[in-house]
């Protein structure tokens, strides 16, 4: 019995992230627009925005416009012809995530799997956003960038 126990706690030790101490490194306004458009784009394909916008307030990302329809037709025959009438109504929302630099609390970065994962929370400590990234060294750039924006 111990040692499925033990066992267990491995394999579920092994499934969490940890967090990697990591002090971040100056970097221009160029490269720190760079590193953030380029991970946000290399998403997984599920998450992965359509666009992303960086002014000198905040970054937007988004997957472009929803667009929900409903509608109703009706024919009635007459004759060799048919009378028809129907109503259709469209609602549409534009998904956009925007990030706003004076919101920025804290930027940790994570290893998991394999995988590095860059939290950025806000100054409530809420997620705003959270980034896969698949080297080491980007997921560290992007960390650099996002505190590069936060400091502004």
Request: charged letters at 15%; glycine letters at 8%; one cysteine or more.
């Amino acid at each position: 019995m111990r040692v499925l126990v033990l066992t267990v706690l491995l394999l579920l030790s092994g499934c969490a992230s940890k967090i990697v101490e990591y002090q971040p490194a100056a970097v221009s306004n160029a490269q720190a627009r760079s590193v953030i458009e380029q991970v946000l784009m290399e998403q997984p394909q599920k998450s992965r925005p359509e666009q992303v916008v960086i002014t000198d307030e905040y970054i937007a990302y988004g997957s472009g416009v929803i667009s929900e329809t409903n509608g109703f037709a009706s024919a009635v025959p007459i004759g060799n012809g048919a009378f028809a009438a129907g109503s259709s109504r469209t609602s549409s929302k534009a998904l956009h995530t925007r990030i706003y630099f004076n919101t920025i609390g804290g930027v940790t970065l994570y290893s998991k799997r394999g995988r590095w994962v860059v939290i950025t929370r806000n100054q409530a400590g809420s997620v705003i956003n959270s980034s896969l990234v698949d080297t080491q060294v980007k997921a560290q750039r992007f960390v650099d960038a996002m505190v590069h924006f936060k400091k502004r």
